[in-house]
T-cell receptor, first 112, second 111 residues
Framework: DTGVSQNPRHKITKRGQNVTFRCDPI?????LYWYRQTLGQGPEFLTYFQNEAQLEKSRLLSDRFSAERPKGSFSTLEIQRTEQGDSAMYLC??????????FGSGTRLTVV | GENVEQHPSTLSVQEGDSAVIKCTYSDSASNYFPWYKQELGKGPQLIIDIRSNVGEKKDQRIAVTLNKTAKHFSLHITETQPEDSAVYFC??????????FGAGTRLFVKA
């Protein structure tokens, strides 16, 4: 297992377009998280999956955002009708209960 | 809601000196405190963590201390090296599903 993998690494999109990011967690980790990080800030929680169940969503996650984790394996984060304020690094992390996160390298989104 | 404050935002030290980063948390139910190092273009990497039943933990050149009464915890890096230059994040977790991160400290180690 090579750790948490995120694709794509970079995404440039025009305002109003939809984008989808993928995260492949460490296979034995049942917990998967999405965080958003803007320049000069720490990661902000977006949503959390335990196996295939999405158990919590932040109020930061407007109805334009949706995340899935079919079969409790990889996860996708989709942003519809992107806005310039969505420009950020989107980080995925996986873990098991009581342990720290293993983060992926992130997907940097730029909305122009 | 839970909040984690981190200081300083920027820290510059000479190679070989020590560096200390301090954090405070608001939720007294927090019981797990990880520290992450983030290098340019990479995701944060867990470097050390401490649980609320321990006051101090050391791993080679890095150590963490926890004062539950004051809700303070700190990261200490001794004998700093240029490769220690990065952004460091403290974080707190109540044992639930969510970890709250501080805003980060950018550490520069001058050779």
């Amino acid at each position: 297992d090579t750790g948490v993998s995120q694709n794509p690494r970079h995404k440039i999109t025009k305002r109003g377009q939809n984008v989808t990011f993928r995260c492949d967690p460490i296979s034995e980790h049942n917990r998967l998280y999405w965080y958003r990080q803007t320049l000069g800030q720490g990661p902000e929680f977006l949503t959390y999956f335990q196996n295939e169940a999405q158990l919590e969503k932040s109020r930061l996650l407007s109805d334009r955002f949706s995340a899935e984790r079919p079969k409790g394996s990889f996860s996708t984060l989709e942003i519809q009708r992107t806005e310039q304020g969505d420009s950020a690094m989107y980080l995925c992390a996986s873990t098991t209960q009581g342990h720290g996160y293993t983060f992926g390298s992130g997907t940097r989104l730029t909305v122009v | 809601g839970e909040n984690v404050e981190q200081h300083p935002s920027t820290l510059s030290v000479q190679e070989g000196d020590s560096a200390v980063i301090k954090c405070t948390y608001s939720d007294s139910a927090s019981n797990y405190f990880p520290w992450y190092k983030q290098e340019l273009g990479k995701g944060p990497q867990l470097i050390i963590d401490i649980r609320s039943n321990v006051g101090e933990k050391k791993d080679q050149r890095i150590a963490v201390t926890l004062n539950k009464t004051a809700k303070h915890f700190s990261l200490h890096i001794t004998e700093t090296q240029p490769e220690d230059s990065a952004v460091y994040f403290c974080a707190a977790n109540t044992g639930g599903f969510k970890t709250i991160f501080g805003a980060g400290t950018r550490l520069f180690v001058k050779a």
